[in-house]
């Protein structure tokens, strides 16, 4: 049956399972204070990429990004058919080099562990890395090039999103939830109380508000897992004003610099996204000196061809992450609240995969499928 459903969250997540929804035939309302923008997902780097992401001793969480990268080609397609816009979604695979023979080693084992879990990765010497990508060091020890990693442009994407809920009749409040009040015995929907003091009812509520889903209140009994915030620094690097010609990278490139873990993106417009750290610090979000140098050596140290390009911007983000590092996604203990949260470094490559989990926990409106 048809429901009236509340998102609260304007980050793909919230904005893929709106959408989805609504696509589902559902009324659906979203509760964000700047749907798209004040988001984890606005700084993300918009890889897709479980076999690249692989870590030990996370086998099942390895399955479960591989199934959400599955979803991505008819998940662009059709969001791209509904918007209008281009979302970025980019084929040209994953280049992960080694920058010294310790990183080579390590490679080789993450190599091992890869074709372990059965996924396609190929061992790659320096001179066909570079044959690959021109413009990488010529210093480098060798690489794995994954095919299937594929990349989205995340702002793109998320402008798409928001356009294909507009077009959807889906309603955007541009407002905080501060508490939510679970359906009650007598039948009536779960509710949220709003930043300018009014309440909105609903038949279900979804919590899609990244690192901000448990700061909400009355949540207390909805027995959600911790969900905290893990800090990543982000660059984006772009040719000088009049600066034409290829591109710098005609594919994603990763590496390991010294033990360290680097990665650039590159966007159609010559821009290039260099990411990122992992930092345990609540919720700060000031840009540090000292991460932003961190990147750029190690990014030049890969591709010196960046010096020529200016730094466009210099951000952060929160990562909404569990305990297990796999997100939540279903009923909470409160009726007729659910949640789909905790998506960590994951949440653009799993988004269409939630969005539709979520649509089955709510159920399709029937003759709307
Ligand atoms: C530096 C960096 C790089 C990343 N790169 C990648 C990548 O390459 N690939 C990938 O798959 N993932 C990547 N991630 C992870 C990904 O960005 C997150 O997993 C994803 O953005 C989480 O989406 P979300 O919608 O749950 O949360 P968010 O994007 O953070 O959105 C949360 C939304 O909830 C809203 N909100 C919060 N509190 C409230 C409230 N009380 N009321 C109403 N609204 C509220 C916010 O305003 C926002 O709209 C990266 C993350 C970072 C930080």
Redesign the pocket.
Known sequence: MAARVLV???????LSCAWRLAEAGHEVTL?????GR????W??????APVTEVQFGEAPLTELLREGAARWKEFATSLERASGHDVGYDESGTLTVALDTSDRAALDQLLAYQHSLGCTAHRRTASECRALVPSLTPTLRGGIEVPGDHHVDNRALLGALVQACRTKGIRFVPL??EAVAAGGAGGGGPSVDLSDGSRLGSDHLLL?????TP??GGLGAAGLPEIRPVK?H?LRLGPAEGRTGPPLLPRTVRALVHGRSIYLVPRPDGTLVV??TMEERGTDLGVRAGAVHELLCDARAVVPGIDELELLEAGT????ATPDNTPVVGWTALAGVAVA?G???????LAPLTAAAVVDLFGAAPGDE
């Open positions: 609260v969250g304007g980050g793909v997540i919230g509760v964000a204070p700047d749907p004040d988001s984890a997902s700084v993300a780097a918009g890889m897709l905080s939830v899609a508000a990244g690192t901000g700061h909400i990543g982000i990411g990122a983000g929160l990562r909404p949260s998506h960590f470094r994951n949440g653009m490559l």
